[in-house]
Structures are given as C-alpha cells and as structure tokens.
C-alpha cells in the first residue's frame, strides 16, 4: 500500500513496550550517551530506525541503534503516572 517493502529482520528489531536504551549523538561532552525509551513502531525507513517514547521526558525520539534490557520497576511506575496524566485530560 504505501510501496515500502517490509523486511522482518530490518523492521520487526525491537517489540514494542520492550524497555531500551536509545544510543544518543555522540560528542566528546560528558551528556549521557543512553537514555531510557520504550519502543513505539518502526519509521518505516531503509535503516531499520524506531520511533521510541521517554517516559520521563515525556517526548517522541526516533533512533537507529539501542539495547534492550529488563523492564525497571521505576520505568513501570512512571508509565503508570503518565497514563494516569493522560487520561485525566
């Protein structure tokens, strides 16, 4: 439908709501190189890059490398807030 053809190994990396650490820009600067994201859906691009959500940040960042590890208890909790957040708009 939209001419894009899915390859399983390139688009289907990561499931989403799996926790991961995004690998940020590098530089020399001592800023974080990871941070914390949950998986959202792949843009759809020949990279293979996602679309992941911050839950602390609260903001959309789309990625093209990161590592997937166990779900920390303070990640849950803090999806628990922003939903509760959410549907009290």
Known sequence: MTGLAIDYNNHCKVAFGTYVQVHE?????????TSG??????????Q??????NPY???MVN?????????PNQV???????MKTIMKQ
């Open 57 to 59: 940040g609260r903001k």
């Open 48 to 53: 293979g890059s996602h679309y992941f959500l």
């Open 25 to 33: 820009e590098g530089d020399n600067s001592l800023s974080p190189r």
């Open 63 to 71: 990625r093209y490398a990161w590592t997937e590890l166990p779900m």
């Open 76 to 82: 849950i909790e803090q999806v628990h807030i922003l």
């Open 37 to 46: 994201a949950i998986p959202l859906q792949p843009t759809g691009d020949g």
